[in-house]
Structure formats: C-alpha cells, structure tokens
C-alpha cells in the first residue's frame, strides 16, 4: 500500500543550502504525516544532490532551468501526495509542533481553501511580519500587511478572513489545487501568490490567517530586499495583474497609473538616490511587460 502523507511540504531552494537545512531541521517537531519536498530551482551546484546526501527522507527535485517561484513549487506540486500542500519559503523555519491548527482551519469550513500562519521576522526582535492582508488597492496594486513591523504583544491572536494568503507560508487544500489550477508561472517572481488567492477567490473559496501556527522568515534572502531584479520584477507585475485581474475602464486606468504616475515616482526617488541601475530596471519592467504575449496564460 502506498504511503499518502496527510501534509506536503514544498519548498523552493536557490542557492540556499544553508537556510533550506535549517528549515529541515526545524520541520523534525512536525508528528503530523507529512513529506518534505525540497525543488533546487537551477542552484550553481547541484544542492538537491547534497540534501538527499543529508536528509535521505527528503524528496529533490533538480531543475536545471530557472522557473522562478510559481514554477518551482509547481514543480513539487506535480509531485506532493498530501491532502494538504503548504508552500514554505526555503528561509523559513518553526519552533513548535503547531500545523494541525491550519489543518483545523482548512476543515472548519468547506468554503476555505487557503489559510496562512502569522509570521514572524526571524532576527530580534522578532516582529511581526504577516497577520493577514489588506486588499489590494483598485489602481496602485499595492496594499499592506496587517501588524507589519509591530511588536508581537498578542494583538492578532484572533483568526480571520484575509483577501490573499502569504507566499512565504500558505497551506492549500489538495482539492483547491485541483479546481483552481497551479499557481500562474507567468508571474516568474513576484504577485503570484496574490494572482492564485485572487483566482481561489473567484472560485469561491475563502482565505484565512491562523495566528495560532507562527513560522519565523528571514525574508529575501535570495533576491535581496531592495535588489534591481525585485525592482523588475515589481513593475512588471503589478502590471501584469491588473492586466490579468482588473476588467473594462478600470483596467486601464490602472495600467496608465503604473506607467504615468507610479513609474515616473519610483525613477524619480531612484535618480534622487543615485541608483541609475534601478531606474534602468523599471524601464525594462514597463517594456519586458509591454512585449510579454499570452498575459492571461
């Protein structure tokens, strides 16, 4: 009889052994049934080879060709067994056995799809990254992370509804996966998680945050936080979303906000700064957008 874990657990490695480790290790308080799948996404050395060498209960999967976030866990999607997928950034890690309280929120509801744990900045002092989401503003595409940067006093110990999920640690229903489809490769980096919540959202499934599981993360360890290709990336995208997710006038209204006036701020602030490479990397956003076919694929 086959094994069938009740968790996968997916994670995406570039060039982040160390960190992935660390994550492995952490992953031993686990006593739920669970698989750990670990995706080197085009590492330079082979570290999917070094994992199994350490941890040979681990699955790797070596891809020889960047596929960026979605790609990668899609990867290990194609691969997971568990009733439940949770996505964890390979720069997080746990310090308790709490996952059967995301199970427990996942199950309170046929209608809940999604539900992520708060997180928590893992360097002192440990503040809050994550205790749900605000919805993304109509035109800007930006919104912000309820309790970001604030002392953890107790405050969000309540659970709740969120419109989107966080990247780093988002646990979905097998079945969601099924329905909703895998998470949009388009993206490459960046607002993909939110396109994949805005799409379980449509298919009438509800999001959650659960404070009752904390994951801690060190945070763009691999991008680095104020990096040209993050610069890239986020012009691009927030592009490409409302292109794939806002309708009629407002779709283009949107769109002309990022290339008039938000673009135009950002290079300004850029030149400011002296940081030439920056405004050379929201030029390409605007046109690697402009030029990209199939947006809605």
């Known amino acids: 009889m086959n094994y069938l874990p009740e968790i996968s657990i997916i994670t995406v490695n570039y060039n982040g052994l160390n960190d992935t480790c660390e994550l492995i290790e952490s992953l031993k308080r686990c006593s739920l049934s669970h698989e750990i799948i670990v995706v080197d996404n085009a590492s330079k050395i082979n570290e999917a080879m070094v994992l199994k060498e350490k941890y040979p209960h681990v699955i790797t999967i070596r891809s020889e060709k960047n596929l960026g976030f979605s790609g990668g866990n899609n990867l290990g999607i194609c691969q997971a067994k568990g009733k439940y997928i949770f996505l964890l950034n390979n720069d997080t890690f746990i310090e308790d056995d709490s996952f059967q309280y995301l199970i427990d929120r996942l199950e309170s509801n046929t209608n809940i799809g999604c539900v992520s744990p708060k997180i928590r900045f893992a360097f002192p002092p440990r503040n809050i990254q994550f205790a749900g989401y605000l919805p993304l503003t109509t035109l800007t595409l930006r919104n912000d992370l309820i309790g ?63 404070p009752k599981c904390t994951v801690y993360h060190k945070e763009s360890q691999s991008t680095g936080r104020g990096s040209n290709l993050r610069t890239f990336y986020l012009t691009r995208n927030r592009l490409l979303y409302a292109w794939r997710n806002r309708y009629g006038i407002t779709r283009w209204v949107a769109i002309l906000y990022q290339l008039f006036i938000a673009a135009p701020k950002n290079i300004l602030y850029s030149l400011l700064r002296r940081k030439s490479d920056s405004v050379k990397a929201i030029f390409e956003g605007i046109m690697a957008f402009l030029k990209l076919k199939h947006k809605l694929s």
């Open 148 to 210: 970001f940067g604030e002392e953890d006093i107790g405050q969000y110990e309540t659970t709740y509804s969120t419109p989107y999920c966080h990247g780093a640690a988002m646990m979905v229903k097998k079945e969601v996966i099924e329905k909703v489809g895998y998470m949009p490769e388009i993206y490459f980096l960046y607002y993909e998680e939110l396109d994949w919540c805005t799409q379980m959202a449509k298919a009438g499934y509800e999001l959650w945050y659960e």
